[in-house]
DNA sequence: AGACATGCATACTGGTTGGTATGATTGTTA
DNA sequence: TAACAATCATACCAACCAGTATGCATGTCT
């Protein structure tokens, strides 16, 4: 007999919720159909969740959000040059981006457009992620300007939020037209953006 | 007795179906709630449109393509320089941009996030909006190019491309933070790029 | 070992919603 | 003017779906 593990089970709940979601939206999300990728019933699902909204604020805050910070946040502390080290996390997220990503978007992104005109606590909580990214950003330029990397003429807080509205855009456009190669064409836009941000220092002989 | 004009009563529909999905999106679109903005009843509406999803993509060819077009296309036919084109555009924008439009975003952009994963048919719509949106800056590029406005070492294609998603991740970011200050702090990132695509002229004496 | 809480499964319900069937009124044509 | 088509209103239905009520195991504490 399957020994039953309440962590184990509200992960399953978590990660099949969050897959329904990023394919059909959380409003036509169905939680039918949530269980029916686990083996789990509505029971099981009402044990650890009290309502459907709930349910999507733990997908929020447990998954999307800790995806988020680990992969455009995290790399950003104590890095050398902060332009090179987000073109790098840009390149490894265009070698990343596969199939179900490409057909579905950025989670992150597909939850603020649909539920932050609807419900206002997803709207705070999906804020909340980008004001943690937009601040890693800003503070990695702002630490690249002392350093001498970054150019001193542009301001970090609203370079960060081009930044990051730029990469939802981007992730949004190949969505819709579901062609990896139009990420591509984005991204050396915005490759060229973070280059125009480089402090280039002519060396005098 | 008012005299009963399908023409009218089509686009009273259609008006309606907008503002619900613009604010609710597609799927959680109610019927009832649309033709509760109107002095109509399903008679009405199922007389003009055999279903829902029909009258969804009405919405998009009628009202949005025509408003993307009319707003972001158009002018940047006939235009001296490129760029001034579509710098005053945004500025444009900027100044249009207004409450409703502040909550809810581009119902262009929603749709695209929203339906693009569920129905083909919309998919390609959108798409095709975004094709002609970006051949109208692509073609407006190369023509600045030929010009001399424009840098001649961009492809024009990628820029247009990028500057779209640009403009659709800051209206997005400003949606979710319900702020317009955001928008505006987008917007300098992506003067500076358009900036950049400059083809300066060093004059000589 | 008995009492109790935890972790689920099963079956059901009430409300919502897209869609339909029918009919009434108006305009138009023969 | 009679027949007919267009334009809508009203009433209804069937399906879907979030949420609930109940019960049954399994582990734990005393």
Tied chains: 1, 2.
């Excluded at 399957?2 to 969050?18: E, F, G, H, S």
């Excluded at 730029?166 to 579901?178: H, L, P």
Aim: charged share 20%; hydrophobic share 40%; glycine share 6%.
């Amino acid at each position: 007999m399957i020994v039953k593990n309440p962590d184990q089970t509200r992960k399953m709940l978590l990660q099949a919720a969050y897959l329904e979601i990023q394919r059909n939206g959380f409003q036509a999300a169905c939680l039918a159909s949530i269980l029916a990728h686990t083996n789990l019933t509505k029971g099981a699902l009402y044990h650890h969740f009290p309502n459907k909204l709930t349910l999507g604020y733990a997908v929020v805050d447990d998954i999307i959000r800790e995806d988020i910070i680990g992969f455009w946040v995290t790399p950003l502390e104590d890095c050398e040059n902060p332009i090179d080290c987000l073109l790098n996390i840009i390149y490894r997220a265009g070698e990343e981006y596969r199939q179900e990503y490409e057909r579905c978007g950025c989670p992150l992104n597909n939850l603020a457009q649909e539920m932050s005109p609807v419900d206002e606590i997803f709207r705070q909580k999906i804020n909340h992620i980008y004001v943690l990214w937009r601040q890693g950003i800003s503070q990695a330029l702002t630490k690249g300007q002392t350093d001498g990397s970054v150019r001193p003429d542009i301001q970090p807080e609203a370079a960060a939020t081009f930044i990051i509205a730029a990469i939802e855009g981007c992730v949004g456009m190949a969505k819709n037209a579901q062609d990896i190669n139009v990420l591509y064409k984005c991204g050396v836009g915005l490759v060229h953006y973070l280059e125009s941000l480089r402090l280039v220092l002519v060396k005098e002989n």
